[in-house]
């Protein structure tokens, strides 16, 4: 909807009708004869046209500037500082009353001081404070912590990146119904997905259309809450660094498997949930001692050694076990690694 016309017709008719209280003040009296009507003529026809020049521009240039403030202020400060003014305003109000039966001029001075400064002071101290106000809030038996809890998982915005949309476990992960949030993949990393499928190179092209297909599995499963959202930031021109000045703008988390992304959205304190450390964590766990059916199937860098793998993926090292190579047997767990590319273990043939 256009508000050019309207607020045009507002105008016009307001600064219209200032322009003819200012004629008659003007003339010295509200009668159109022939004397008045060359003042107040002239000036509710010059306050009338003002209006209908200027007024979309005096109302609209605020407002835009007013809405793209609104849109960088995280939700929570926003919030916060509602309650505190609203609070502050109170104060104030109460104060007003008796502070107004002072002599003149202060009973008409401070009033008006008393509103700036407790506004001021309640919105400050609670967008400051707002960890502590939000946490007293959840403590209160009126809201409940199962009430909290649903109201938190239901409002959690996921972030998703263009690696892990790529890699495609996301969609598993998501069905089993471990991400408790709602899906959102931000209007920019969708275009690098579609840039990537209309690549000349075979594979990125390949990658690509996977990337596109899982979004489209995702938004056909049932229990699976996706969205597409177009807020774009303006601070920033790479895609990862529009993710993160989004993510801390609508404190949202970010689902990614980019070690770099990882590691830089978490020095700007933006939460990280990376799928190759949940993989890495839900692996099976063996103890030193334990035994384990394992298949040869290659050698390994040592003399003598027999490499495996397990179900999950994980590598297991077994001494002197070339000359099982293509058996499956029995091996004993000797020593467990964890290294950056994941779990390590090493074992002989029992």
Request: glycine share 8%; charged share 20%; aromatic share 8%.
């Amino acid at each position: 909807m256009r508000f050019g016309p309207l607020f045009r017709l507002l105008g016009t008719v307001l600064y219209g009708f200032i322009g003819w209280e200012l004629g008659v003040a003007l003339a010295g009296t509200p009668e159109f004869n022939t004397e008045s009507w060359k003042i107040i003529l002239p000036c509710t026809l010059g306050a009338a046209t003002f209006g209908f020049l200027l007024a979309p521009w005096l109302v609209m240039a605020p407002a835009r500037a007013a809405r793209n403030a609104l849109r960088q202020i995280p939700i929570a400060d926003l919030v916060a500082g509602t309650i505190g003014l609203s609070v502050g305003l109170l104060i104030a109000a109460l104060l007003s009353y008796p502070v107004s039966q002072l002599p003149p001029p202060f009973g008409n001075i401070v009033p008006l001081i008393l509103v700036i400064l407790f506004g001021y002071l309640g919105a400050a101290v609670l967008v400051m404070r707002q960890e502590d106000f939000f946490a007293l809030v959840r403590k209160s038996p009126a809201f409940g912590d199962a009430a909290h809890a649903r109201t938190s998982t239901a409002g959690l915005v996921l972030l998703l990146d263009t690696s892990v949309i790529i890699d495609g476990r996301i969609a598993d992960v998501a069905r089993t119904g471990f991400l408790l949030g709602k899906l959102t993949v931000p209007r920019f990393v969708l275009n690098e997905l579609q840039y990537i499928a209309d690549s000349a190179d075979t594979l990125r092209r390949n990658r690509g259309r996977r990337g596109l297909e899982i979004l489209d599995r995702l938004q056909n499963t049932s229990n699976i809450t996706i969205e597409f959202i177009d807020q774009d930031p303006n601070d920033a021109v790479q895609v990862d660094d529009k993710l993160i000045s989004l993510a801390r703008h609508m404190d949202a988390i970010i689902i990614t498997n980019d070690f770099n992304l990882n590691r830089v959205a978490k020095l700007q304190g933006v939460m990280i949930l990376n799928i190759n450390e949940l993989a890495n964590a839900v692996k099976s766990v063996y103890l030193p001692g334990e035994e384990i059916p394992l298949k040869i199937i290659q050698e390994g860098k040592e003399i003598g050694q027999g490499v495996g793998y397990l179900e999950d993926g994980t590598m297991v090292v077994v001494e002197n076990g070339r000359r099982y190579l293509n058996q499956e047997v029995l091996v004993q767990v000797t020593k467990v690694l964890q290294t950056n590319a994941g779990r390590l273990i090493f074992a002989v043939p029992e």
